[in-house]
């Protein structure tokens, strides 16, 4: 089973910047990724690598938000920069593997203007 730790969320102003960080154990992930959660809004994919370093983003992210990973840690990174009060969320991480999928337990991201 596979179990994820997040790290980094925290508040910030408009236009701060903050990094997630997410360690997976236990298995072997074959994409790993960021979701976020607003009060009132349904869960929606931030973003997304896989392990043939495929990358997607939702539009509102592009140019702002970075994915990358460490694979020898099994980690991945979410570089959260220019950041917005829209973006404040609960942020996600989870992992896809042939067994299913993982999530870890969130970490907040506010922003204030």
């Known amino acids: 089973q596979v179990q994820l730790v997040e790290s980094g969320g925290g508040s910030v102003q408009t236009g701060g910047s903050l990094r997630l960080s997410c360690a997976a154990s236990?298995?072997?992930?074959?994409?790993m990724g960021w979701y976020r959660q607003a009060p009132g809004k349904q869960r929606e994919l931030v973003a997304r690598?896989?392990?043939?370093?495929?990358?997607n983003y939702i539009d509102s992210v592009k140019g702002r938000f970075t994915i990358s990973r460490d694979g020898a840690k099994n980690t991945v990174y979410l570089q959260m920069n220019s950041l917005k009060p829209e973006d404040t969320a609960v942020y996600y991480c989870?992992?896809?593997?042939?067994?299913?999928?993982?999530w870890g337990q969130g970490t907040q991201v506010t922003v204030s203007s």
């Open positions: 989870y992992a896809e593997t042939s067994f299913g999928n993982y």
């Open positions: 236990g298995g072997s992930p074959n994409a």
């Open positions: 690598f896989t392990n043939f370093e495929w990358k």
